[in-house]
């Protein structure tokens, strides 16, 4: 069973390049999260999408872009990365505002 | 503005009974949730209360109490398996989650 995969694992990127990072679900789920995690901070909201064809901003979305074409699939893009976007991504989907199911995580760092 | 607050650290012996408190305080209430991340790993779901009340589940328990804006998770005899963070997460009247930092459990032999 599948449920949440995200892609690469782990990253090292130049200041200023671009990265997506890929999120894919195989459970149906309508709503999709991309959250990152910091050392002695809580889970913060980047961006967020209800159903496929929509997104919104979470708390801390400048930087950062999403798209969701279709119901599967939900990526983020970091146009021109900076160094304070160096932390641990994690892609989550829930069923309306149940239980979030995360993915595995990436691990980003910008040098 | 919004806030939880969880304990950074707690270190218990294994077999034995701990509580991680979480104090909340938002804009709103949609239920509180628990999860468990073990180092590396992604986040896992526990425990969910919107109710008043304790919620049993196993060797793990959650308590909420609306009115004084606290919970707390308690695990019962403690496996080295349970050392971990628990994040404590509230739903507000947008329904979007509130994350505290999580609680880092230690569990000594």
């Known amino acids: 069973t599948a449920g949440i995969t995200q892609a690469p694992t782990s990253q090292i990127l130049a200041a200023g390049r671009s990265m997506t990072l890929r999120c894919t679900q195989d459970?149906?789920?309508?709503?999709m999260y991309w959250y990152r995690q910091d050392l002695g901070l809580g889970l913060r909201l980047i961006h967020y999408?209800?159903?496929?064809?929509?997104?919104g901003k979470g708390e801390v979305p400048d930087g950062y872009s999403v798209s969701r074409a279709n119901t599967d699939d939900f990526p983020l893009t970091l146009a021109s990365a900076v160094p304070s976007q160096t932390s641990v991504y994690f892609c989550?989907?829930?069923?309306?505002?149940?239980?979030?199911?995360f993915g595995e995580g990436s691990r980003l760092t910008v040098l | 503005g919004q806030n939880i607050d969880q304990p950074t650290e707690m270190t218990a012996t294994e077999g034995a009974i701990v509580q991680i408190n979480c104090t909340y305080q938002t804009s709103g209430f949609n239920g509180l949730f628990w999860y468990q991340q073990h180092a590396g790993e992604a986040p896992t779901f526990l425990s969910y209360?919107?109710l008043d009340g304790l919620e049993e589940k196993g060797r793990f328990s959650s308590f909420l109490s609306r009115s004084k804006g606290y919970s707390y998770l308690l695990l019962k005899e403690l496996q080295m398996k349970d050392s971990a963070s628990y994040l404590c997460?509230?739903?507000?009247?947008?329904?979007?989650?509130?994350w505290g930092a999580g609680t880092k459990l230690i569990i000594k032999p």
């Open positions: 999408s209800n159903t496929a064809g929509t997104t």
């Open positions: 989550a989907s829930s069923e309306s505002t149940g239980e979030l199911f």
């Open positions: 209360n919107v």
């Open positions: 459970m149906r789920h309508n709503a």
């Open positions: 997460a509230v739903m507000d009247s947008n329904y979007q989650l509130i």
